[in-house]
């Protein structure tokens, strides 16, 4: 079975700060992996994802990720906070399971951008 | 514009009405996925098509239909609904399955009194 942990459902930052969302997952086979963002009453985006190759990943709107097999990881970072970026978060891995590739999402964090 | 169409936005309805959510996308993918989102629960899924004809349950089938006669179009029927199916639902649809990546449609926010 697969699973996805974000850490912490709401992040405070400040305006121009770092942001860092977390993700670790579980997976009995190569994962891929995937970022999406989720705007008050929106469907989600895809932001950004890993399937093969390098290990760090540039998205849309200025974020990356990295993947790292050894810490099972995926967090998501952006160097300079700005107001827009307010939303959910969801991370969701994509792994074979039972014959086809199973898609499980996180529960969410929260970004909250104080001005 | 590629794009996935959901409809209605908005829905209450009372227990036990049939209702069907549609689902439309205008990319040739081939597959898609209904999910459920609840507070603290994040994205669950009720059921995909990975192609015409071809469905199968999620991990929250309980109390949902659907169907896949043509490629684009992919509707959630609840044919007694209940208030435990009360959520905001999403249709997600991506070229194949092995790609990942969805494109989501805007959602429906249902509501069942």
């Known amino acids: 079975a697969q699973s996805v942990t974000q850490l912490g459902s709401h992040v405070s930052v400040s305006e121009g700060a770092l942001v860092l969302l977390r993700c670790n997952y579980s997976s009995s086979v190569p994962p891929y992996l995937f970022w999406y963002v989720q705007y008050p009453n929106q469907g989600l985006q895809l932001l950004l994802k890993?399937?093969?190759?390098?290990?760090l990943v540039k998205g849309i709107n200025g974020f990356e990720a990295e993947f790292k097999k050894s810490e099972t990881s995926f967090h998501l970072t952006k160097p300079s906070a700005h107001m827009s970026d307010a939303a959910e978060y969801f991370c969701a891995v994509s792994a074979a399971a039972g014959g086809y590739q199973k898609v499980t999402f996180g529960t969410g964090t929260k970004l909250q951008v104080i001005p | 514009e590629a794009q996935v169409t959901q409809n209605p936005r908005y829905l209450i309805t009372v227990t036990g009405k049939k209702l069907t959510v549609t689902c439309s996308q205008n990319m040739n993918h081939e597959y898609m996925s209904w999910y459920r989102q609840d507070p603290g629960l994040g994205l669950r899924q009720i059921y995909y098509?990975?192609?015409?004809?071809?469905?199968d349950k999620g991990d929250v089938p309980e109390g949902y239909k659907v169907s896949r006669k043509e490629k684009r179009n992919f509707p959630l029927i609840l044919e007694s609904p209940s208030p435990n199916q009360t959520s905001l639902y999403f249709c997600?649809?991506?070229?194949?399955?092995?790609?990942?990546?969805?494109?989501f449609g805007s959602g429906t926010r249902l509501t069942v009194v």
């Open positions: 997600a649809s991506s070229l194949t399955e092995k790609l990942g990546g969805y494109t």
């Open positions: 890993y399937t093969t190759g390098a290990t």
């Open positions: 098509s990975m192609n015409v004809e071809v469905t």
